[in-house]
C-alpha cells in the first residue's frame, strides 16, 4: 500500500512519539516496582522476606538481615508486602545493568 501524501504531510509536523533514552528518562508510574531497597536499620531479621520469595534470591547474612541478588529478582514485591516493620520498600529505579553478577547483590 502506498504512503499517501496528506498522511505524510501530516506525520512529518507531528512530534515524535519516542524519547531519546540516555538523556530523556520517563518517569515510572506511581506503583511501579523497581528495585528493592532495604532499611537495614528498621529490619528485625524476622526472615518473612525470605521465605514469601517466590524466587528465592533473598538470604539473611551473619546479623540476620536480608540480602537479595537482584540478578534473579522479579521484582514481585511479595518481600516488601510480607515485611512488618516496612524496612523493605520497592523503589523506582529501573536501570539496573551492571557488568558483574556480582555487583547486582543488594545488601
Known amino acids: 500500500m502506498p504512503v499517501v501524501l496528506p498522511d505524510l504531510i501530516r506525520n512529518l509536523f507531528r512530534k515524535p512519539s519516542t524519547l531519546k533514552y540516555p538523556y530523556e528518562k520517563r518517569e515510572p508510574p506511581e506503583e ?62 529501573y536501570e539496573l545493568a551492571v557488568y558483574k553478577k556480582s555487583q547486582a547483590i543488594s545488601k
Open 32 to 93: 511501579f516496582r523497581g528495585k528493592p531497597v532495604v532499611n537495614r536499620k528498621e529490619c528485625i531479621g524476622c526472615k518473612l522476606c525470605a521465605m514469601v520469595c517466590p524466587s528465592n534470591v533473598i538470604t539473611m547474612d551473619s546479623q540476620n538481615k536480608p540480602v537479595i541478588d537482584l540478578g534473579g529478582c522479579i521484582f514481585c514485591g511479595e518481600c516488601a508486602s510480607a515485611c512488618p516493620r516496612k524496612a523493605i520498600v520497592m523503589s523506582n529505579e
